[in-house]
């Protein structure tokens, strides 16, 4: 018959096992998990995407689109990410906007980002972009103004 102390210093024992052993196989199925991740993000990474930057300067601002695309998906949601930067002290707001070329040649304007913050800042703005006619050609527009009022631009397209 066991004691009743050596009965509990016994569970004791087995509880700790236990969560040594639960504590290794969680481990052990987070770092599995953790490699399939890594591996899927680098072979989908190295199978499709491609990145287009397009990026131009004017007076008082600079910026650029960068957007990840697969060739040959054109009708696809594409990851884009606009950045503007205010370069100069003189009162002015500066923005940017995505610009993008369909399959049948529109050019769409899209909506403008605005920074206020003056002289030395940056916006960057993750987005998204789709067209029912697939997009063919990426482009950035990057402006200063006075209000609404567009004092100077400048657009570039990443082909």
Known sequence: M???????????????????VLGRSAGLVLAATALT???????SAAAAANTATASCSTTGAKGSSKTTF???????TMPVTLTVT???????????????????????RWSWHALHNGNGTTLVYPTT??????????????????????????TDWAF
């Open 37 to 43: 991740i890594g591996s899927a993000s680098i072979s």
């Open 70 to 76: 697969t060739p040959g998906e054109i009708h696809a």
């Open 129 to 154: 972009a789709r067209h029912e006619y697939g997009i063919v050609n990426m482009g950035v527009e990057v402006a200063r103004f006075e209000g609404s009022t567009l004092l100077n631009s400048c």
């Open 86 to 108: 205010d370069t100069s002290a003189d009162g002015h707001h500066v923005r940017v906007r995505y610009l993008s070329r369909s399959d049948p040649g529109t050019i769409t």
């Open 2 to 20: 066991i004691q009743s102390s050596s009965l509990a210093g016994r569970m004791k024992e087995i509880r700790m096992n236990r969560g040594r």
